[in-house]
C-alpha cells in the first residue's frame, strides 16, 4: 500500500522539467529524425533547451582520443575524477583486478555516478577497491566498448529524481548504434614508443533492414589483445628508490623517497619469549647477511652468510621489487553485442539486446613477504635450525619461490528486451533486462602451512630460511633451496566474484500534455523495479576455513595465505522499488514579447525509492532556463539524493587488511622522554598493522544536495561558451576514521592517562615497559590489531566551475573545422572532521601532541594526491574532402604528495601533466566498382606526441599517481577502416 500511494502521489502532483541538449558543446550529430531522448529527462521529444549541463561525445570526439578502452575514454573528460579502480594500483587479491576501470565524475566517489547503456543501468564490477581503506564499487568501464557507440554523453548534474536516487553526481549513459545498416571492420596496431607495450586490436559492425524494412538487426564485435609493459620500462617504476630522480632539489638525498623494502631472503628473527638469548648474539632478535659484511657473530651457518644482532638488516641488503613487476599486464579483450528492432502491425515495436564481454589478464610481481600479524615459528629439530631452540620468522620474502603471477579472467553478459509504441499523443515503453558480471581470480601463493611442514622437515629436504639472498645480486633470488621443496608448498589461491542486475521497468511520455501561453507542457511518469545481489567467495585459505595452526605455538590465524589478511565470504542481494515523474513547463516562450525574458522553463521532478534494507525515500529536482535575449541564457538546478552503502559495505565482517608505514606515536613519545632528546619520527615509523574493518545494518544511507548555476553565450552562429558553477553536499558518506587516525587517538589518550579502545596492544615486553616507565607514562606494547567499524562521515562539501567553448566553421576550399576546449576546476573539496578528529586537531594546534602528527583523510584535499585543481582538454578536427586531420590536448593540474614531508617544505609538489594527441587520414572515394580499396580510412597517429612521462610521485610500485596520470609515453597508432 505504501508503494502504490507513493506512486500516485507522484504521478498526480510531482513535477519537473524536461532537459534537453546541453552544454552545446556538446550535442554533436543530433538530427531531428533521430528522435532521441538526451540523457536528463524521460519526455520525448521535450524541445526545453539547454536547461541542464550535458556534454556529449560523438564518434569522431571518441576516436580523437585514440581511447582503445572504455577507461581511457572516460579518462579524457576533464570532469571525471581520479580513477581508483585500475591494474596500476598494484592491488592484490582483495583488491579488484584485471582489465577493469572505474567511473568518478566530479571526483566525488566511486558509486555516486550512475552509468547506462541506452539508457538503462548497467551492472556493477564484482570487485571492490578499498578508497580511504573503504570498500567501493562501480561499473566495469573497461566492459564497455569504444567502438559501435553513436554518442557518449555526461550529465554534469544531479539526475537522481530521473533515474535512480544514487546518480549523486550525474549519469554517463552510453548510446549504441543498435539500428545500423550496412558493414564496417576496423583494424589497428599501436605500440608504446621504447618499451614492450603494442595493441592489436580488430572490430566489425554489420546491420541489416529485412522484413520489407520492418525488422533491423545489428551486430558489432571488437577484439583487443594486448602485450604489457614491465615496471624496468618506465622511469618512474624502474626503481623503488626515487632519490636520483630528486638531485638538484629540495627533496634530495631524502630517504622517505627511498622505497626499497626490509623484507628480503636476508631474513629476520628473534627468540621465544622466556628461551634464552643465543650464544655470541647478545640480543634477543638477529638477522642474516653476508659474510663480507661487518658484524658477524654467533653460531656458523655455512656457506656465504651469518648472522648479525639486531632485528633489522643492514640498508644495502633492502630488496629493490622493481625487477619482478609488470606496470601493465597482458590483455585480451572480447566484446560482442547484438541487437534487433522490429515493427509490429500494430504500430508498436519491439526492442532486444545482447551483449557479452570477456577479458583474460595476467601480471606478474614479487613474491609475497611474512605477515607481521602471522609470523612463522621455526622449531627446535628443524634441519638447518642451529640453535638448539625454536625460533620466530619476523620478516622474510622467499623470493626463490618466484613471482605472484596473477590471472584474472572478467565476464559479463547483459539480455535486455522491451516494447514501445504511442498511443495518440503518448509515448510509452516497457522493458526488463537482466546482467550478470563475474570475475576469477587466480594466483600462485605460499601456504603457511605447508611452508611452514617444509622448513620443519629433519632432513635435508627441509627448506632453509637461513640461507640468505643472492651474493651477487642482492635484489636477485638465491635458489639454494630444492626446487621440489618450494613446490610443496606452493598453492593457487582464487577470489570468485559475482554480481547480478535484474531490472524491469514501464515509463510513459507526453510531450504536448496540455497547452500553456508558452507553449505545451511535457510529461513523463515511470515505475521500476530492479533486484542487485553480490557475492564474493573468497579462497579457503583466506575466508577461515583452512585456517594456520603453528605447531610450534599451537596459535590459529585465521589466514594461510602467507602475506595476506583473512577475508570472509560475504554476499549481500537487495530489491529497489521506484516511481519517479516529470513535467517540462514552458513559462515564456519568444511570441510573448515580454522584454529581458525572451524565454522561460522549468523542470520539476520527484521519484520515489524504496530498498529491501535501507528504507524509503522521495527525493525532488528543480530547474530553469531563462533566456534574457536569443543568444545568452542562464541556468540553474537543485536537487537532492541518496545513496545506500553498497552491499558489501553492509554484509561484511572482520575484513583483515596488513597496512605499513603507519607511525606508533606513543612511543615516539616514550623514548624522546625517557631519553631526553628531540621527537623522532624514525623512532615509531614503518609500523605494519593489521586493521579489522566491519559493515552492518546500522550503516545509514547516504544523503547529498547538488546545486548548479551557469550561462551559455552564443554571439554568433556555431560559436558557443557555456559557464556552469556546481556545488555538492554529501552528508553521512560510508568511511572510516583510519587506522592511523586511531593510532593517533591512541597516542592524545594516552598522555591524558586513558587509551583507545580500539586500539588492542600485546603486553609490553621488559625492554618496552622500562622506556615507557622512565618516561612517566603507563607502558604500551607493539599493536596487534586496529578494530575499523565502517561508520557515517560528517558533511563533505565539493565544488567548482566548468567552463566551455566550441566553434564550428568553414573556408572555403579548405574544410570543414570544430574547435571545442573544456575546463574543469575543482574550487573546493572539504571533509568537516568528526568529533574524534577534532580532538586530535585541537591537541595539536594546542601543542599538547607533537606536531609531526596530521589527521588522515579530513578537511581540505584540493591538490591533495589524486585531486588536482584543474584539468581541461582543447580539440581541434579538420575534414577537407578525402583527407581528415585532428589534434586532441589534455592538461592535469599539480598536485603534492602527502606522503613526502619534511623541513623547508611541506608536501612533494608533483608537477602537472599534459599530452597532445595528433591523426592524420585519408579516405577513399566509395565507387561500388569493387575496387578494394573503395570506401577505405586510412589512419596514422600518435598519441602524447612530447613523450611526456608521468610527474614523479611518492606512490607505492609505480612512482606517479595512476588514477590520473598515464604511463604509456609516445604512443604510435596506426589504423584501416573498409566499409562495405
Not at 524494412?213 to 583487443?224: D, L, R, Y
Not at 578537511?859 to 594526491?865: A, L, T, Y
Request: hydrophobic share 35%.
Amino acid at each position: 500500500m505504501y508503494y502504490r500511494s507513493i506512486t500516485s502521489k507522484l504521478l498526480l502532483s510531482t513535477a519537473i522539467i524536461g532537459l534537453s541538449s546541453a552544454s552545446a558543446v556538446a550535442q554533436d550529430n543530433i538530427t531531428p529524425e533521430d528522435e532521441i531522448i538526451v540523457v536528463g529527462t524521460q519526455i520525448k521529444g521535450s524541445d526545453i533547451a539547454g536547461i541542464l549541463p550535458v556534454t556529449s561525445l560523438s564518434t569522431e570526439d571518441i576516436e580523437l582520443t585514440g581511447a582503445v578502452s572504455g577507461s581511457e575514454l572516460l579518462e579524457s573528460i576533464p570532469q571525471l575524477g581520479e580513477v581508483t579502480f585500475t591494474e596500476a594500483r598494484f592491488t592484490g587479491v582483495n583488491g579488484a583486478r584485471g582489465d577493469v576501470g572505474s567511473v568518478n565524475l566530479r571526483g566525488v566517489g566511486d558509486g555516486n555516478t550512475l552509468v547506462l547503456l541506452n539508457g538503462r543501468r548497467l551492472v556493477n564490477h564484482p570487485g571492490t577497491q578499498a578508497v580511504n581503506q573503504t570498500p567501493v564499487v562501480s561499473v566495469n568501464s573497461n566492459a564497455i566498448p569504444v567502438t559501435g557507440i553513436k554518442r557518449l554523453e555526461v550529465l554534469r548534474d544531479g539526475a537522481s529524481a530521473v533515474y535512480g536516487t544514487d546518480a549523486v553526481a550525474g549519469v554517463i549513459n552510453t548510446i549504441l548504434d543498435d539500428s545500423y545498416e550496412g558493414g564496417q571492420f576496423t583494424l589497428q596496431y599501436g605500440t608504446s614508443e621504447g618499451t614492450g607495450l603494442d595493441e592489436t586490436s580488430g572490430s566489425f559492425k554489420w546491420g541489416k533492414d529485412v522484413n520489407d524494412g520492418k525488422t533491423n538487426i545489428s551486430i558489432f564485435g571488437n577484439v583487443m589483445l594486448r602485450n604489457g609493459m614491465r615496471a624496468t620500462e618506465l622511469r618512474n617504476s624502474s626503481t623503488e628508490d626515487l632519490r636520483p630522480f630528486f638531485e638538484g632539489t629540495i627533496y634530495e638525498g631524502d630517504t622517505q623517497l627511498r622505497n626499497l623494502s626490509t623484507q628480503t631472503q636476508f631474513g629476520e628473527f628473534e627468540t621465544l619469549a622466556g628461551e634464552a638469548r643465543i650464544d655470541g648474539v647478545g640480543d634477543d632478535d638477529f638477522h642474516i647477511q653476508p659474510t663480507s659484511f661487518d658484524g658477524c657473530r654467533g653460531p656458523d651457518l655455512g656457506g656465504d652468510v651469518c648472522i648479525d644482532n639486531g632485528g633489522s638488516i643492514d640498508t644495502a641488503l633492502r630488496l629493490d621489487r622493481a625487477g619482478y613487476r609488470d606496470i601493465v599486464g597482458d590483455t585480451d579483450r572480447y566484446n560482442l553485442m547484438a541487437f534487433v528492432n522490429h515493427e509490429m502491425d500494430n504500430g508498436a515495436e519491439f526492442f532486444g539486446e545482447a551483449s557479452y564481454y570477456h577479458a583474460d589478464y595476467q601480471r606478474e610481481r614479487e613474491g609475497a613477504a611474512i605477515l607481521s600479524s602471522t609470523r612463522i615459528v621455526i622449531p627446535d629439530t628443524a634441519f638447518y635450525n642451529p640453535f638448539g631452540q625454536s625460533i620466530r620468522i619476523m620478516d622474510l620474502r622467499p623470493l626463490d619461490a618466484g613471482t605472484r603471477v596473477a590471472n584474472v579472467k572478467n565476464d559479463s553478459f547483459r539480455i535486455l528486451g522491451g516494447f514501445r509504441g504511442a498511443a495518440g499523443d503518448w509515448d510509452w515503453e516497457t522493458a526488463a533486462l537482466h546482467s550478470e558480471a563475474s570475475t576469477k581470480d587466480r594466483t600462485n601463493r605460499i601456504s603457511n602451512t605447508l611452508f611452514q611442514q617444509a622448513i620443519a622437515r629433519t632432513d635435508a629436504s627441509a627448506y632453509n630460511p637461513f640461507a640468505g639472498g643472492n651474493q651477487v645480486d642482492l635484489n636477485a633470488p638465491n635458489f639454494a633451496n630444492d626446487q621440489n621443496t618450494i613446490d610443496s608448498f606452493v598453492v593457487d589461491v582464487k577470489r570468485d566474484g559475482k554480481t547480478s542486475l535484474t531490472l524491469a521497468d514501464a515509463k510513459v511520455s507526453n510531450g504536448s500534455l496540455y497547452a500553456l501561453p508558452a507553449g505545451n507542457v511535457g510529461f513523463a511518469a515511470g515505475v521500476e523495479w530492479r533486484h542487485e545481489s553480490y557475492n564474493d567467495d573468497r579462497d579457503d585459505r583466506l575466508d577461515g576455513t583452512q585456517q594456520f595452526t603453528d605447531i610450534v605455538t599451537g596459535e590459529t590465524f585465521a589466514s594461510d595465505v602467507l602475506g595476506s589478511s583473512a577475508t570472509p565470504d560475504t554476499d549481500g542481494d537487495r530489491d529497489v522499488f521506484s516511481a519517479f515523474a516529470e513535467l517540462a513547463v514552458p513559462v515564456v516562450s519568444p511570441e510573448m514579447s515580454i522584454p529581458l525574458v525572451h524565454s522561460f522553463d522549468m523542470q520539476l521532478a520527484a521519484r520515489a525509492e524504496s530498498y529491501s534494507d535501507v528504507g524509503s525515500v522521495i527525493k525532488p529536482k528543480i530547474a530553469a532556463s531563462w533566456y534574457p535575449f536569443d543568444r545568452f541564457q542562464v541556468r540553474g538546478a537543485y536537487s537532492e539524493g541518496f545513496r545506500a552503502p553498497n552491499l558489501e559495505q553492509i554484509n561484511a565482517t572482520a575484513i583483515r587488511r596488513s597496512n605499513t608505514a603507519r607511525e606508533d606515536w606513543i612511543l615516539c613519545e616514550a623514548i624522546s622522554r625517557a631519553n631526553n632528546t628531540p621527537f623522532d619520527t624514525g623512532d615509531c615509523d614503518s609500523q605494519a598493522i593489521e586493521g579489522v574493518r566491519s559493515g552492518g545494518p546500522d550503516l545509514e544511507p547516504e544523503s547529498s544536495k547538488n546545486f548548479s548555476l551557469g550561462a551559455t553565450f552564443e554571439p554568433v552562429d556555431d560559436l558557443i561558451f557555456t559557464l556552469d558553477f556546481w556545488r555538492i553536499e554529501q552528508d553521512g558518506l560510508v568511511g572510516l576514521f583510519s587506522d592511523q587516525n586511531e593510532i593517533t587517538l591512541d597516542y592524545l589518550l594516552r598522555l591524558q592517562g586513558s587509551s583507545n579502545d580500539r586500539v588492542v596492544r600485546e603486553a609490553p615486553d621488559a625492554e618496552v615497559a622500562a622506556i615507557f616507565t622512565a618516561a612517566g607514562l603507563a607502558p604500551a606494547g607493539d599493536i596487534l590489531r586496529v578494530e575499523q567499524p565502517f561508520t557515517n562521515l560528517d558533511l563533505r562539501e565539493t565544488e567548482g566551475l566548468d567552463f566551455g567553448a566550441q566553434y564550428r566553421f568553414e573556408i572555403d576550399k579548405i574544410g570543414r573545422f570544430n574547435a571545442k576546449v573544456n575546463v574543469a576546476q575543482i574550487r573546493k573539496f572539504f571533509q568537516t572532521p568528526s568529533a574524534r578528529a577534532l580532538e586530535i586537531i585541537d591537541a595539536v594546534e594546542a601543542g599538547n601532541i607533537n606536531d609531526a602528527v596530521e589527521v588522515v583523510a579530513q578537511e581540505d584535499f584540493i591538490r591533495q594526491n589524486g585531486n588536482p585543481e584543474w584539468r581541461y582538454t582543447a580539440s581541434l578536427t579538420w575534414r577537407g574532402g578525402n583527407w581528415g586531420a585532428g589534434a586532441f590536448y589534455r592538461y592535469v593540474g599539480d598536485v603534492v604528495d602527502t606522503s613526502v614531508t619534511g623541513d623547508g617544505y611541506d608536501f612533494l609538489e608533483v608537477d602537472s601533466f599534459n599530452t597532445l594527441n595528433l591523426y592524420a587520414d585519408y579516405t577513399f572515394d566509395g565507387d561500388n566498382t569493387g575496387n578494394l580499396l573503395s570506401d577505405t580510412r586510412l589512419r596514422f597517429g600518435v598519441r602524447n606526441v612530447g613523450d611526456n612521462k608521468p610527474p614523479l610521485a611518492d606512490e607505492f610500485a609505480r612512482g606517479y599517481f595512476v588514477g590520473i596520470h598515464s604511463n604509456r609515453g609516445r604512443y604510435w597508432y596506426g589504423s584501416i577502416r573498409k566499409n562495405f
